[in-house]
């Protein structure tokens, strides 16, 4: 028995009729599509269907998360596989998309017919790029990929690999739109508050002063934009941290002690400005999270469970990342792609066990394509691919990228003076108060049926590292107390447990040695005791 909201119960509906072929998921951020693919896997395991499950994700520490959230179902993977083939007592494993493309010709060998593949944020399957072509060649030989994404398409307008499209248009199996979750109270509604202003800056020889009222060339614009954004000028995207920073400690103050915001710096130079600019205001330092920090994904987890106020990142909070007391938000990035700024009002949407879904707010500077994206989000999403020459312009504002046609000289663009303030904030008031759908109890055909213990049991990915580890420390005691080398401890071990080698021993066989181990410890300390 597993509690379902109601779209859920539906999309398992849905594929308890799907047998072969790619289908596609589409549900908003933060509105639960693991939960669905794992009771469907758990389900074809349970009836022989297939034998393995597969999930593909974007990044490392997702691994992880996919693999926790399916121990707690029933489905044992193993996280971070560098190997197709799972290691013992586990029904699969968990990999990213970059492992996929360098292994995909030796994995397209061992991958049989039936495997189902879960293509999670499905998104980075381009067809004619890396990724998507090594998860092409990878499981050509599956029957089935559900592929998953809160946002179906790309910004550079390829088709995703196994995505059916009518006209340009792709075409979901079960759609479940953000406008949908905020009704349902699933996700929390955004309010977005746009800040404009007269904005000045030195470009070659001349001196600009504009507003996002006005239209601009790509270039100008695009300084503008980054003007905006530039933490050295007191009135503009500090002023907007100031106001971020009082809203945060009202959201506190009514009701959310524990609520967190986060900005979304350029780059990692910018974001460390952000930060000293963070902490001028609110007299500490802000965590700061750089995909080229080793500790970023400890860093994210921390905070996740904290109660510190700010987080400052650059590109680690795109996709996959769930910290569900985010409640405030600084768009303050160079980055202004739809799936981008999907992805990150993404962040802000999740809700909490037993609060409600409160509304949450993301400043912005008033850009056009911005203050465009805002206004579609609450819509639902149907892209048409298009043309490479149809590109809009300013999608992409890189801070410290040399436009072609500037001049090599650093004085060409200096931002000099910002002087912004808040807008008609976009749906400023909220929507109409959620109407709440309680869970369904689903209890679907036994194809995708399936009853988890009450209390959910420790992903073996877990039991086996605990395992491995207790072992290792057992092993390093008995060579201390025989005088012997680990090796020789190892080598009978394994030959008690009949392994070749710690590596391919499975759960009950590591269990079986650190038995061993104890008992031989005790008739040791017994024999020297008497």
């Known amino acids: ?78 996280p971070d596989a560098e190997e197709l083939t799972p ?82 248009v792709a075409l979901p199996d079960v759609s479940y739109s953000y406008a949908d979750a905020v009704r349902d109270a699933i996700c929390r509604p955004v309010a977005f508050i746009p800040y404009d202003g007269a904005l000045s800056w030195q470009s070659g020889d001349d001196v600009i002063e504009s507003s996002f009222a006005d239209a601009l060339t790509g270039r100008e614009a695009s300084r503008r934009y980054r003007t905006a954004i530039s933490t050295e000028l007191a009135d503009g995207l500090p002023r907007i941290l100031r106001a971020a920073h009082e809203r945060l400690e009202e959201v506190r103050a009514g009701g959310h002690p524990d609520a967190g915001g986060l900005v979304i710096a350029a780059d990692g130079a910018h974001a460390r400005r952000v930060a000293a600019a963070l902490k001028e205001i609110t007299g500490s330092s ?31 909070v795109s996709e996959g990342v769930d910290i569900p007391r985010l409640r405030v938000g600084v768009y303050a990035t160079a980055a202004k ?32 394509l911005l203050r465009e994206h805002a206004a579609e989000v609450e819509q639902e999403l149907r892209h048409v691919l298009k043309a490479a020459d149809e590109q809009e312009e300013g999608l992409l504002d890189e801070v410290g990228q040399r436009e072609r046609s500037e001049p090599e000289i650093p004085e060409a663009f200096v931002p000099l003076n910002a002087d912004v303030a808040p807008q008609l904030a976009l749906f400023g008031g909220g929507p109409p108060p959620p109407v709440v759908k309680p869970p369904v109890a689903f209890r679907g055909p036994p194809a995708v049926a399936a009853e988890p ?20 420390g057992l092993v390093k005691t008995l060579a201390g107390f025989q005088g012997s080398s680990h090796r020789d401890v190892n080598t009978w071990v394994n030959r008690k447990t009949g392994v070749t080698s710690v590596g391919d021993a499975s759960i009950e066989q590591l269990q079986h040695a650190v038995e061993l181990l104890l008992a031989e410890l005790d008739r040791i300390s017994r024999r020297r005791a008497s």
């Open 337 to 368: 792609t739809p799936l981008i700024f999907r992805q990150i009002v993404g962040r802000f949407v999740r809700t909490l066990a037993g609060r409600p879904a409160d509304l949450s707010y993301l400043f912005l500077p008033a850009d056009r």
């Open 87 to 168: 290691p013992r007592d586990f029904d699969g494993i968990v990999a990213t998309y970059a492992r996929v493309a360098q292994s995909a010709k030796r994995w397209s060998s061992q991958c049989g017919e039936r495997t189902l593949v879960i293509a999670d944020e499905c998104h980075h399957l381009g067809d004619e790029l890396a990724w998507g072509e090594g998860f092409t060649r990878a499981f050509a030989a599956t029957d089935r990929w559900l592929l998953l994404s809160g946002t179906p398409f790309r910004s550079d307008q390829c088709a995703i690999a196994g995505v059916r499209y009518e006209d340009g």
């Open 453 to 472: 213990a009450a209390e959910p049991p420790v992903p073996a990915f877990k039991q086996r590292a605990r395992l491995r580890d207790k072992r290792h």
């Open 286 to 316: 802000p965590v700061v999270v750089l995909h080229t920090d080793a500790l970023a994904a400890r860093k994210l987890r921390a905070f996740g469970t904290g109660r510190e106020r700010w987080i400052v990142a650059v590109n680690m």
């Open 1 to 78: 028995m597993v509690t379902l909201r109601a779209w859920q119960e539906e999309a398992l509906r849905r594929l308890a009729d799907w047998h072969e072929g790619p289908f596609l998921l589409s549900a908003a951020p933060g509105a639960g599509k693991t939960i669905p693919s794992l009771v469907y896997a758990h389900g074809l395991l349970r009836a022989g269907v297939i034998k393995r499950v597969h999930v593909i994700c974007p990044t490392t520490p997702l691994t992880r998360q996919w693999a926790e959230a399916a121990g707690r179902l029933g489905v044992q993977l193993a």
